[in-house]
């Protein structure tokens, strides 16, 4: 009985969550590719991470710089990275329990990351493409993952 138990909790949380993940893993990495050979100043985890610098409050980044020090912008693509695995996981089972909540999530990152990428100083409208990947790909590789889960 306990291992049918296990074998459900497995199916309704862990498996989507995991197809979640992937979906996020496998669209951030075709966009990390697109960025080398279109725009690399588009890389979206660096583009979303300099955004968020920009909004930070100046106690925020110099909370940041005293806490870390020179590795204040690897604490901050960590947590970006840790943000985003926490979020695809989410959405993943948000996608399974309710469509479309997980593809909106998903979404709604992609123009966040294309809204980012657009609005830097010199930016081109190469700059939206790796996003736009990032996004497409995700989406598809959710739809198709949780359909595999049945």
Do not use: N
């Not at 199916?11 to 279109?38: H, N, T």
């Not at 990351?113 to 930016?123: L, M």
Request: glycine share 12%.
């Amino acid at each position: 009985m306990p291992e049918q138990s296990t074998q459900r909790r497995l199916a309704r949380w862990v498996l989507p969550a995991a197809a979640g993940v992937a979906s996020v893993i496998l669209g951030l990495g075709l966009a990390e590719l697109a960025a080398a050979l279109l725009a690399p100043q588009a890389s979206p985890v660096l583009v979303v991470g300099s955004q968020l610098i920009d909004w930070a409050p100046a106690w925020a980044k110099q909370t940041a710089i005293a806490l870390f020090g020179t590795g204040d912008k690897a604490a901050l693509l960590t947590g970006i990275a840790i943000a985003l695995v926490i979020v695809a996981g989410a959405a993943g089972v948000l996608e399974r329990w309710k469509p479309p909540i997980g593809r909106i999530l998903f979404g709604a990152a992609g123009v966040f990351g294309v809204g980012a990428a657009i609005t830097r100083s010199g930016s081109s409208p190469l700059d939206i493409v790796p996003a736009g990947v990032a996004t497409i790909v995700a989406l598809i590789a959710l739809g198709y993952l949780l359909r595999k889960l049945g």
